[in-house]
T-cell receptor
Framework: KQEVTQIPAALSVPEGENLVLNCSFT??????LQWFRQDPGKGLTSLLL?????REQTSGRLNASLDKSSGRSTLYIAASQPGDSATYLC??????????FGTGTRLQVFP | EAGVTQFPSHSVIEKGQTVTLRCDPI?????LYWYRRVMGKEIKFLLH????????ESGMPNNRFLAERTGGTYSTLKVQPAELEDSGVYFC????????????FGPGTRLLVL
């Protein structure tokens, strides 16, 4: 059974810091991994999608890496801003279409 | 292009009542998914439609939950009768085809069963 864990559960940093969010999964036979952002009371916004054959994906100040063999992904946020404050979720996908989510990391960036 | 929409945004009902949630996927998306998050837990998959057919309903918790997608457009998720443990946020997502893979999520329906 696939399990997805995100560490830390919560993180509070001053503006401008570079930070890393971690996601680990128990079964390396994944199809892809997706990072989402959720703002309070809102839906999920897809940030990055990494296929199992890829090592990383970049979008603006975000960089996600994938090490399938070790069951890990990291989301790197450069030069954090207060607007980055949200809950970040990772989700893995196996052969079926369903996503298996982690519990998330709640990020607060203060001015 | 409009995103995934869900209605209602919030619903408060009493135990034993019936509630119907609606999801309108992005136009042209054949794949529609339902997920939910109950208090303090991770988001979990409920079921997947391809057009009007149920592709995978392995996540449906019990027979009090009924999902439909008549005509392959919008979908409804009915809970009858609702129980306290059904409280949570119900998300809908859609994708154009399985090869594209990115799932686009709606804002969710917050259900509270008293």
């Amino acid at each position: 059974k696939q399990e997805v864990t995100q560490i830390p559960a919560a993180l509070s940093v001053p503006e401008g810091e570079n930070l890393v969010l971690n996601c680990s999964f128990t079964d390396s036979a994944i199809y892809n991994l997706q990072w989402f952002r959720q703002d309070p009371g809102k839906g999920l916004t897809s940030l990055l999608l990494i296929q199992s054959s890829q090592r990383e994906q970049t979008s603006g100040r975000l960089n996600a890496s994938l090490d399938k063999s070790s069951g890990r992904s990291t989301l790197y946020i450069a030069a954090s801003q207060p607007g980055d404050s949200a809950t970040y979720l990772c989700a893995v996908r196996r052969g079926t279409d369903k996503l298996i989510f982690g519990t998330g990391t709640r990020l607060q960036v203060f001015p | 292009e409009a995103g995934v929409t869900q209605f209602p945004s919030h619903s408060v009902i009493e135990k034993g009542q019936t509630v119907t949630l609606r999801c309108d996927p992005i136009s042209g998306h054949d794949n529609l998914y339902w997920y939910r998050r109950v208090m303090g837990k991770e988001i979990k998959f409920l079921l997947h439609f391809v057009k009007e057919s149920k592709q995978d309903e392995s996540g449906m918790p019990n027979n009090r939950f009924l999902a439909e997608r008549t005509g392959g457009t919008y979908s409804t998720l009915k809970v009858q009768p609702a129980e306290l443990e059904d409280s949570g946020v119900y998300f809908c997502a859609s994708s154009q085809n399985r090869a594209q893979e990115t799932q686009y999520f709606g804002p969710g329906t917050r259900l509270l069963v008293l």
